[in-house]
């Protein structure tokens, strides 16, 4: 990838060149500053604290020599000693001038220099060609002596002073006027270098902007009314971007989710198609299914109920010839009447349990309240003579359902009858009624110590017709749990065989909570024993 094609260059890549680019020059600027500053600190230094102290100086100087000039003129005419003090006190000032000015001075003030080594010897000529002499004239031959001297003398020399002292401060002049000027160059270049730094902070900004509304904000706007338009249903619009090459990879992930949307949702619809096809059939056969439901209850219900009359004839004259040719025929003539006889009772018995089956959920009343503690006590009353004298069905606390009565009988009555039926030898039957609340629906048990029920056939008792013992064992047409099975299921709950009892056999279902109900009722009496 070419580095230098700016069209590649990432978002970020670009806001970090920009700011890379503005510290550089920002950074220059900072040092040139730094640097101007620093000159403009010594220029204006050399202003304050250099050429005006020196100025100053250089006319406190002059006023020092004037006051011993004017000390010395004063003792020639008065010849007083008091009248020295100007010039003694001129000489010190003096020195402290001097030695100020050359204590500001730098090694480049050569000319400054020079003019002070200039008015110092002028000075010193001074003294010693006129000061001194006077002094010393007036001391030794009086004031008019020193008077007469000083006439005699030449103001040349001290001329000379001034014009040595004029020429120190001229210089001293230039050198504040050049200090001063070069200070308000550097404060110019100053402003300059502020200024510069403003705008470029301000471009860098613009440049900022411009490059965050040409990659990001339009090319964001333009992306959202596309997946706008996407998200509205038109899933065949390309979606792409134009902006920085991370929003141009985003464009492109949101197209090709695009794509996999508008495939699935071809798929989906498709699906949806067959579904629709699919139920429309599923519909169809329902409704033959119902149909076919229906016919065949119908069917079973005829068939039981037409079978009724020619069965009733048939075992009515079987028995009419037992009675009345008994003892007649021979043994086998009586044995085969016999068997004529039990067989159409037997058919009886299955045609009134087939139309007993076929009648659950046909012939309803409705449902209501039922008090399965009430269901119970009418269970007992049924089975009192099936039951013996030591026989004992017990039950505690059953709630209220909502269901049909007759119906809840009925599946009691069954229950418990098997239970009575498949009693173990020479053992009372005790049969226990329990139920508990599970979640929204209450799980009724009904358990037994009788016989038992094998692991093998705990999904085969509850088939129409199956019978688990011989018919010489056990009487019955082995209907009563698919009869019980079916009321159940009628009542919109589940019916299974609970293996894990160590005796007898255990049967769990499920009625669904009456609404607004969750307690059991309380029965009048905790333990029911049925005796003969």
């Known amino acids: 990838m070419n580095v230098w094609n700016l069209s590649t260059w990432t978002l970020r890549r670009r806001i970090v060149a920009l700011c890379f680019t503005v510290g ?12 101007t500053a620093a000159r403009n600190n010594r220029q204006l230094d050399d202003v304050l604290n250099r050429a005006s102290p020196m100025r100053a100086a250089g006319e406190s100087l002059y006023t020092a020599l004037v006051d011993q000039e004017t000390g010395i003129r004063g003792y020639a005419i008065t010849g007083q000693t008091a009248n020295l003090a100007p010039y003694t006190s001129g000489q010190q000032e003096e020195r402290d001038d001097v030695a100020l000015i050359e204590g500001l001075l730098k090694p480049d003030d050569t000319d400054i220099r020079a003019s002070l080594d200039l008015v110092k010897s002028q000075a010193a000529a001074w003294h010693s060609e006129v ?11 009086g004031k008019a002596a020193g008077q007469t001297q000083i006439t005699a003398a030449s103001t040349g020399r001290f001329d000379a002073v001034r014009a040595a002292i004029d020429r120190m401060q001229g210089q001293i002049q230039t050198l504040r006027d050049k200090s ?43 992306l959202a009314e596309q997946v706008r338009d996407a998200a509205e249903g038109n899933y065949d619009r390309h979606i792409a971007s134009g902006g920085s090459p991370e929003l141009a990879g985003l464009a492109g992930d949101v197209d090709a989710m695009r794509q996999k949307i508008a495939t699935e949702l071809s798929e989906v619809r498709e699906a949806r198609t067959q579904v629709e096809w699919i139920n429309d059939q599923l519909k169809i056969q329902a409704e ?19 079978l009724q009359e020619p069965l009733r004839k048939v075992a009515s004259f079987c028995q009419l010839l037992q009675r009345r040719y008994a003892g007649q025929l021979d043994e086998r003539a009586d044995q085969y009447i016999g068997f004529a006889v039990d067989g159409a009772q037997r058919m009886q018995r299955l045609i009134n349990d087939l139309l007993a089956f076929s009648r659950i959920g ?47 009988t009925t599946l009691f009555v069954n229950l418990i009858g098997n239970s009575l039926k498949f009693r ?12 508990q609340l599970e979640d929204d629906e209450w799980q009724i048990n009904v358990r037994d110590n009788g016989i038992g029920i094998e692991a093998e056939f705990a999904d085969k008792v509850f088939v129409i017709f199956q019978r688990l013992h011989a018919r010489d064992a056990y009487d019955g047409t082995g209907i009563g749990l698919a009869i019980v099975k079916k009321i159940v299921e009628y009542h919109g709950g589940r019916i299974w065989l609970d293996l894990d009892v160590e005796e007898g056999t255990s049967i769990n279902f499920t009625i669904p909570v009456l609404p607004g109900s969750t307690e059991p009722s309380q029965a009048p009496e905790t333990q029911k024993e049925v005796t003969a």
């Open 131 to 141: 000061a001194e002499p006077v002094i010393k004239t007036i001391e030794s031959r």
């Open 288 to 306: 033959e299914l119902t149909r076919s439901n229906r016919d065949l209850e119908q069917f079973a219900y005829v068939a039981s109920h037409d």
């Open 24 to 35: 550089v020059l920002l950074s220059a600027l900072a040092v040139f500053a730094v640097v």
């Open 180 to 222: 001063a000027a070069a200070a308000r160059h550097t404060s110019q270049t100053l402003v300059a270098l502020q200024i510069a730094a403003s705008a470029i902070v301000i471009l860098a900004g613009a440049a900022l902007l411009l490059l965050l509304d040409r990659l990001v904000s339009r090319p964001v706007v333009e």
């Open 362 to 408: 046909r012939l309803t009343s409705g449902f209501t309240e039922v008090d399965l503690n009430r269901v119970l006590e009418e269970v007992r009353s049924q089975l009192e003579a099936r039951a013996g004298a030591d026989g004992e069905i017990i039950w505690a606390d059953l709630p209220i359902v909502e269901g049909e009565e007759p119906l809840l």
């Open 424 to 435: 173990r030898p020479d053992v009372p039957p005790v049969i226990r009624v329990s139920a």
